[in-house]
């Protein structure tokens, strides 16, 4: 395990407008990750666990602070080179599948790689169907997601986030949605794709169960890491 | 266009087949509209166009009118050309004219005439008629008097004459009967009725009788000129412009039907703006339809399409599948609305033959091509809104993290 960082944010701080008033969701935040590291994202509900995924994944920016990834100042970046950015190199699972309706399993595998080339590879097909191997899903190519179980859709997703090889997968609260047995395998999945691929997860989750699976801790109270 | 967009678009089209064919449908019953009123406001300017010139001269060429000319506009004396009476109003030098009308184009046929007014007398009745003096041959050039013959021939020997169904009526008259003419010039002759005609017209039928050209010149004492040329042109409509060529190149005086007409050229104009009117309702409501059911998708899309911006598509690759979609809804159902039009229009009678009641459509006029294409334009266009604003959806807020 390298011992290099892969992002790093410091001071970073979130307000939103509400209204008249402003609030301060995330106040001051410093963290960074090295790679292959899997680490959980402990806290209570409204504690800002996902305002600092969205942010760390390029899809919101920051209103203070630095933040960092691979040499590139994303504080800077244009919008342009965020999403650029965030094809390469970042992954994302969320709580609810999102899976598009119209695509087969596979196809929904290959959507970020396609959506970013202008069109489906042969090259994609392959990684897909090795990724749908990889989350245990090979008889499941060419079905629906509504053809599919929450716990075999999830799997999907977490195939889905990979595509791109990615350096990060930002899992926000992966599980929340599943039984605990299908729960207990997306996590055994994530880890073992943790350990094969060398890919970093950063998993927000407020379920002790699940942060005991992985190798680092963090916890966010109030906007604030409280222990690290 | 990037093939995925193509390859989403599709899909999402085929994945939802009832709405997508339900949408088409509503396409191709507002291409039919269109289609279907094309063919209808066509078909009933050609029918009306038809039965109005059908049987009048096109073009009518005679002499220029010798009316009063100012020579010399001055405030103290005027020098003016008395109107010249002195002279007859005929085309003395016609036939060196005929080779030169026949080949303009767009002139369908050509009519030397002897025109002048005559009395019949039977018994103690008197009757005012039109005498039209035609060349051997040239009977149903203008009129198809041949084809309106009720009794008798067509044929027009010297002492034959072929008279009006109203005319016959009005004094008793019947084919093989002997009548006195006497013309305008004085000069009385005996006919014997080859055949009576009905044309539909009022006027025709009470006033006008047909005789051989070279009788009716002794009947007028023209010794070699005649009263007018009647010409027929195609297509009808155009016959203002030949007119104005004819003018030019014979120097006669040629008065196009379109003149005496005006009323039902307004008509005709009036009838073909309404039909552009429920054209343009029939293209809005595509319109309105594609682009409320693209919104209707995008907003229960939402939270694909943000996965989608999160995941690195761009606007311009959502752009493209949505505008893509309307396209295809908008052509697919434009092509099944103009083949269904096209069958059901297929087994109307021609316009010439329509019955009265019947509607006069001609889908040859049915613009085809320009519905499919204003369609799939107004297609595309209705889906450049909405697609533009699935492209601003905040991924954030679709996913709902
Ligand atoms: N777009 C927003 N506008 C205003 N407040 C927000 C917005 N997003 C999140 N918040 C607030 O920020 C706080 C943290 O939210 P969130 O990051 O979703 O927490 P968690 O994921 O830990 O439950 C909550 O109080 C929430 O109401
Ligand atoms: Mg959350």
Known sequence: MSSQAIFSVSGLTKRFAEGEAEVLVLKGIDLSMTAGEMTALLGPSGSGKSTLLTILGTLMRASGGTHEMLGVDLMQASEAQRTEFRSKHLGFIFQFHHLLSDLSALENV??????????ETPAMRERAMELLDAVGLPDRRNYRPSAMSGGQRQRVAVARALINNP??????????????QSADQVMDLIRSINQTMATSFLISTHDEHIAAQCARRIELLDGRIVQS | MSPYAVKLAIRHLLSHPGQTALLMAGVALGVSVFIFMSALIGGLATLLTLRTVGSIPHIVLEMPDRDPVTLSPNAHKQVVRQKDLSRRDQIAI??????????????TAVSPQIRGSAFVERGQTVVPVGVIGVMPGKLSDIADIEAAILDGS???????????????????????????????????????????????IAGADRQTVYMNFTTARALYDLSTGI??????????????????????STGLKATAWTEDNAQLFEGLDAQARTGTIIKAFSLVTIIVGIASAMLL????????????RAMGASNGLVVSIFVLEGTLIGFIGAIVGAVTAWFALLPLPPVTEVSSGGLPIDPQQGDFL????????????????????????????????
């Open chain 1, 167 to 180: 350096v990060l997968v930002l899992a926000d609260e992966p599980t929340g949605n599943l039984d605990r």
């Open chain 2, 154 to 200: 067509s044929n027009l020997p010297a002492d034959g004459i072929l008279i009006g169904s109203r005319l016959a009526r009005d004094l008793g008259l019947r084919v093989g009967q002997v009548i006195r003419l006497s013309s305008d010039r004085g000069r009385v002759r005996s006919f014997r009725i080859g055949g009576i005609f009905t044309l539909g």
């Open chain 2, 94 to 107: 016609w036939q060196p004219v005929i080779p030169i009308i026949e080949q303009t184009s767009g002139v």
């Open chain 2, 227 to 248: 009263s007018r040329i009647e010409i027929k042109v195609k297509p009808a409509i155009d016959a203002a412009d030949i007119a104005e060529r004819l003018r030019r």
């Open chain 2, 297 to 308: 998708s995008i907003v229960r899309r939402q939270s694909e399409i943000g996965i989608m």
């Open chain 1, 110 to 119: 290959m959507m970020p790689a396609a959506s970013a080339a202008g069109r």
């Open chain 2, 370 to 401: 320009l519905a499919i294409t204003l369609t799939t334009l107004a297609a595309t266009l209705a889906s450049i809104l909405p697609a533009r604003r699935a492209a601003r959806i905040d991924p954030v807020e679709a996913i709902g993290t």
